[in-house]
T-cell receptor, first 114, second 117 residues
């Protein structure tokens, strides 16, 4: 089945220790998104790629970076995680950017910062 | 302002009861899309439905039904004969378009539904 895969499902890191979260998709979608969802809150968009075109949300901290080496994979790098970065990180994809395109989400990676 | 309001933070029902989750949205766009997603305890966001602003026809899918009313800017979701497996957080979302051609999902705060046996 075509899907959005996130690895690992659970990640524990130490304060200040860089961490990378992975997302892959078999849907061949052009757009990939990263969301941060803190406990009992709605998902918040961090950035997205339309093909190789990177778009950062204005309020996304510089501590968060992303890479998309090819259509299928997208990575979220947190350079120096703080306690406030503990959250669920959700990857999503959509076929195109337009109005009609539904975003499909992966299972998420729950990040714990010690 | 473009936003989604889900006024019900938590709802608790007993199995087999019907339950309606409210969603009110604000947008200045004439063309827009509305979504409902389900987030079970495992964490993934599961797409349930998409509705565009030109189609006010209500939709039914099994035990799920959606009532879209532009006059009141509402897109409510009803679960008939609820089951324990329906326990989850439900998010209503509005898709808006920005210049440059990219879209953005604006989520409501979510409604946590607990269905008890």
């Amino acid at each position: 089945d075509a899907m959005v895969i996130q690895n690992p499902r659970y990640q524990v890191t130490q304060f200040g220790k860089p961490v990378t979260l992975s997302c892959s998709q078999t849907l061949n979608h052009n757009v990939m998104y990263w969301y941060q969802q803190k406990s009992s809150q709605a998902p918040k968009l961090l950035f997205h790629y339309y093909d190789k075109d990177f778009n950062n949300e204005a309020d996304t901290p510089d501590n968060f970076q992303s890479r998309r080496p090819n259509t299928s994979f997208c990575f979220l790098d947190i350079r120096s995680p703080g306690l406030g970065d503990a959250a669920m990180y959700l990857c999503a994809t959509s076929r195109q950017r337009g109005h009609t395109d539904t975003q499909y989400f992966g299972p998420g990676t729950r990040l714990t910062v010690l | 302002a473009q936003k989604v309001t889900q006024a019900q933070t938590e709802i608790s029902v007993v199995e087999k009861e019907d339950v309606t989750l409210d969603c009110v949205y604000e947008t200045r766009d004439t063309t827009y899309y509305l979504f409902w997603y389900k987030q079970p305890p495992s964490g993934e966001l599961v797409f349930l439905i998409r509705r565009n602003s030109f189609d006010e026809q209500n939709e039914i899918s099994g035990r799920y039904s959606w009532n879209f009313q532009k006059s009141t800017s509402s897109f409510n979701f009803t679960i008939t004969a609820s089951q324990v497996v329906d326990s989850a957080v439900y998010f209503c979302a509005l898709l808006i378009m920005f210049s440059g051609g990219y879209n953005k999902l604006i989520f409501g705060a979510g409604t946590r539904l607990a269905v008890h046996p």
